[in-house]
C-alpha cells in the first residue's frame, strides 16, 4: 500500500522550501510531526471501553454556553500573572469576547489543576496560577464561558513517572521523537482515568467545558518502533479507540453540566484519512459537543487549495476549511468552532488579517470561533466593540476576499498545523 509522506518538523519547521524560512511551532494540539504512515484495511477493534456506569454527582452550577462562543486562549502563566490579567480584563469589558480557553495541563505534562491526587503524587502539579478557583469564579460573575484546555497524550512528565504507560518500543523502553518527548498510551485506560481525573477536578472548579487537545496518535519520529498495550494497532484501531475515549468522556462529564470539545488538526476538514494519527473529524465529532479544528492559513503548504500563499490569503483558507468541514459533518456542522491565528509567522498578521477569518466563518454560517496567539497579546482592533462596532482598521477589503479561486482539492503536501510556541509561552510575565 502506498505510504504518504507528511513531513512537519515541530519548534523549527521549514514552510517554504524554495526560501527556506524557518518559524517556531509548536503547542496547541499539534506536536511534531515528521513521519510516514501506512492506511490499513485491517479492521481490529480495540479493547472495550468498561461497561461500568460513570460514577457522577449531580450538575453543577456552570456557566451557560453563549449562544454565539468567541473566545481566546490563555496560557497558565499568563492566566496566572496579575499584569496580563489586566490587558485581558479590558479584552472583555471593551470587545464582543465571551470565553475564555485556560491551560490546565500542558504537552510536557505540567498540570496547573490542585488537588489532583495522582497529579499530587507524582510531583506534576506546577502552581503558575495560585488562585485559579478564584480566577475562574470572577469569570463566571462576569458571564464569561470558561473552557479547561486539556493535552491528553503527549505528555513526557507522566511517562518518566510511569513508563509502563508510555509508549514503547520493540525491546520494552520508552519511544520518543526526534526532540526527545515521549507519549502516553491511547489504549491505556489508566492514562485515559488520569486525564479524566484532570478533567473532573476542573470541572470542580467551575470551569464549564473540557477541552481535549492533542487527542491523537504520536508523530515525529521513527513510528515504526511504537509498540502499544494494544497489540493489533491499525489505522481504524486507532480511530475507534479515540471515539471510545470522546465517548466515555461524554458519559462522565455531561451529567454534571459540562460541556466537550476537542481541537483537531485543520487538515481533518478537507482529507478522507485518519492522517496517521487516528484523527477523523466526523468520527470525532460524533461524541464531542463542539470541534475546533485548528486552521491557521500560516500553516498550509504553498500550493494548497490552489492557493499560491495560503499565508496570505487568510479569509479563502478558512472559508474552504469550513465549506469542507460542513459537507463531511452534515448536521454536525452546527458544532463547529474553529480556532483562529492572530499571530505572524512569514506573513504580517493585523487586524484586517485575523476579521478576514472571522468574515470566512460569518459568511460561511460558523458563529463560533476562538483565537490562538501563543503570547496572549491579542488584536483588540480586530474585534467588534462591545456596541458591535468595527474598527475600520478591520475592514476586510474586497481585494482580499476575490483574489485567487479556491481549488477543491488539496496540495500533495497537507499543510502544518502546528501552533507557533513562543519563548514567553513558560513565562509570568505579561
Not at 73 to 88: E, V
Not at 161 to 188: E, I, M, Q
Not at 317 to 325: E, G, H, L, Q
Request: hydrophobic content about 40%; aromatic content about 10%.
Amino acid at each position: 500500500m502506498k505510504a504518504r509522506k507528511i513531513n512537519i518538523i515541530m519548534r523549527l519547521k521549514k514552510i517554504s522550501l524554495s526560501k527556506k524560512i524557518f518559524v517556531l511551532c509548536g503547542a496547541l494540539g499539534m506536536g511534531t510531526i515528521c513521519f510516514t504512515f501506512f492506511i490499513s484495511s485491517e479492521e481490529t477493534a480495540p479493547p472495550q471501553v468498561s461497561t461500568e456506569p460513570a460514577k457522577t454527582t449531580a450538575a453543577l452550577d456552570l456557566t451557560p454556553k453563549p449562544k454565539e462562543v468567541k473566545g481566546i486562549h490563555l496560557s497558565a502563566w499568563i492566566a496566572g500573572a496579575q499584569k496580563a490579567r489586566l490587558r485581558i480584563k479590558k479584552l472583555f469589558d471593551e470587545t464582543e469576547l465571551n470565553a475564555v480557553v485556560i491551560a490546565v495541563k500542558e504537552y510536557e505534562g505540567e498540570v496547573y489543576i490542585p488537588g489532583v491526587p495522582l497529579v499530587t503524587k507524582y510531583g506534576l502539579y506546577v502552581n503558575a496560577i495560585p488562585d485559579l478557583a478564584s480566577y475562574i469564579a470572577d469569570y463566571k460573575k462576569r458571564g464569561i464561558y470558561t473552557i479547561a484546555r486539556i493535552v491528553v497524550f503527549k505528555d513526557t512528565n507522566l511517562t518518566k513517572k510511569r513508563p509502563d504507560l508510555a509508549v514503547k518500543k520493540p525491546d520494552g523502553t520508552v519511544w520518543t521523537d526526534h526532540r526527545g518527548f515521549s507519549w502516553s498510551d491511547p489504549y491505556s485506560k489508566q492514562v485515559w482515568e488520569y486525564n479524566f481525573s484532570i478533567a473532573s477536578a476542573a470541572i470542580q472548579l467551575g470551569f464549564s467545558e473540557i477541552q481535549f487537545d492533542y487527542i491523537r496518535y504520536p508523530s515525529d519520529g521513527d513510528l515504526k518502533l511504537c509498540r502499544y498495550s494494544f497489540q493489533h494497532h491499525s489505522a481504524s484501531s486507532a480511530v475507534n479507540n479515540l471515539n471510545a475515549f470522546i465517548k466515555e468522556a461524554r458519559a462522565r462529564f455531561k451529567p454534571l453540566g459540562a460541556n466537550l470539545s476537542i481541537a483537531v488538526f485543520g487538515l481533518t476538514t478537507s482529507v478522507s484519512t485518519d492522517m496517521g494519527i487516528g484523527q477523523k473529524i466526523v468520527n470525532m465529532t460524533e461524541w464531542a459537543d463542539f470541534v475546533s479544528p485548528m486552521v491557521y492559513p500560516s500553516h498550509y503548504a504553498k500550493g494548497e487549495y490552489g492557493l499560491p500563499d495560503p499565508n496570505s490569503e487568510p479569509y479563502k483558507v478558512v472559508a474552504k476549511s469550513m465549506r469542507d468541514a460542513q459537507k463531511k459533518l452534515g448536521s454536525d456542522s452546527v458544532k463547529l468552532r474553529p480556532y483562529l491565528q492572530d499571530f505572524s509567522l512569514g506573513h504580517k498578521y493585523g487586524p484586517k488579517e485575523v476579521r478576514a477569518q472571522i468574515l470566512a466563518c460569518e459568511n460561511s454560517g460558523v458563529t463560533d470561533w476562538l483565537l490562538w496567539d501563543p503570547n496572549c497579546r491579542y488584536t483588540q482592533t480586530a474585534l467588534k466593540s462591545k456596541s458591535g462596532v468595527l474598527d475600520p482598521l478591520a475592514q476586510v477589503p474586497d481585494a482580499m476576499l476575490d483574489r485567487v479561486k479556491v481549488s477543491s482539492n488539496t496540495a500533495a503536501i497537507p499543510p502544518s498545523t502546528e501552533t507557533p510556541t513562543a519563548p514567553e509561552l513558560k513565562k509570568s510575565t505579561p
